[in-house]
T-cell receptor, first 112, second 113 residues
Framework: GEDVEQSLFLSVREGDSSVINCTYT??????LYWYKQEPGAGLQLLTY?????DMKQDQRLTVLLNKKDKHLSLRIADTQTGDSAIYFC????????????FGTGTKLQVIP | DSGVTQTPKHLITATGQRVTLRCSPR?????VYWYQQSLDQGLQFLIQ???????AKGNILERFSAQQFPDLHSELNLSSLELGDSALYFC????????????FGPGTRLTVT
């Protein structure tokens, strides 16, 4: 079955880089995603990577995928206080329908 | 603003009652998903509809049901409510079913007293 795991908490100083990690178990994952949830709000899709890619960069965000180890990471460069939020990793498996499994979420605290 | 709307924003009701949560997807999106987010269970996928038909089921209780109407809006019905049903309920939508680019609504906060 699918299982997506993340560490619960990460604290960084403003201006540093943040790296949020995620491991998943289903090797048939097609897409992997990062979502951001700010307090009191819904989840916002940040970026996603197709499973045949190793890396994707989008401005301050870099996603790295190690398919062999089933490990996904999100690096945020020059972390700002506005980046403080919960970050969810998710995987989807296509096969007639799409089911997305979300991780437990990592709470990122940015210290000014 | 994701383009997904949910009503109501907040709902307070008593145990044993029944409530209906409503979701309007982004214009052009055919898929609607329902999720429950609680402190102890995290984000749980409940159910997905695509163009009016049920497509996938997750951890949805038998007391809960959903449907998607011809105009593509969706309703989640929660009955015989229990204290443990208190949570944030999110609706999300996507164009199709192939990828996970889901756009989330702001959620409905349900409090069962």
């Amino acid at each position: 079955g699918e299982d997506v795991e993340q560490s619960l908490f990460l604290s960084v100083r403003e201006g540093d880089s943040s790296v949020i990690n995620c491991t998943y178990t289903d090797s048939s994952s097609t897409y992997l995603y990062w979502y951001k949830q700010e307090p009191g709000a819904g989840l916002q899709l940040l970026t996603y990577i197709f499973s045949n890619m190793d890396m994707k960069q989008d401005q301050r965000l870099t996603v790295l995928l190690n398919k062999k180890d089933k490990h996904l990471s999100l690096r945020i460069a020059d972390t700002q206080t506005g980046d403080s939020a919960i970050y969810f990793c998710a995987e989807s498996i296509s096969g007639g329908y799409q089911k997305v499994t979300f991780g437990t979420g990592t709470k990122l605290q940015v210290i000014p | 603003d994701s383009g997904v709307t949910q009503t109501p924003k907040h709902l307070i009701t008593a145990t044993g009652q029944r409530v209906t949560l409503r979701c309007s997807p982004r214009s052009g999106d055919l898929s609607v998903y329902w999720y429950q987010q609680s402190l102890d269970q995290g984000l749980q996928f409940l159910i997905q509809y695509y163009n009016g038909e049920e497509r996938a089921k997750g951890n949805i209780l038998e007391r809960f049901s959903a449907q998607q109407f011809p105009d593509l809006h969706s309703e989640l019905n929660l009955s015989s409510l229990e204290l443990g049903d208190s949570a944030l309920y999110f609706c999300a939508s996507s164009v199709g079913t192939g990828k996970g680019e889901q756009y989330f609504g702001p959620g409905t906060r349900l409090t069962v007293t």
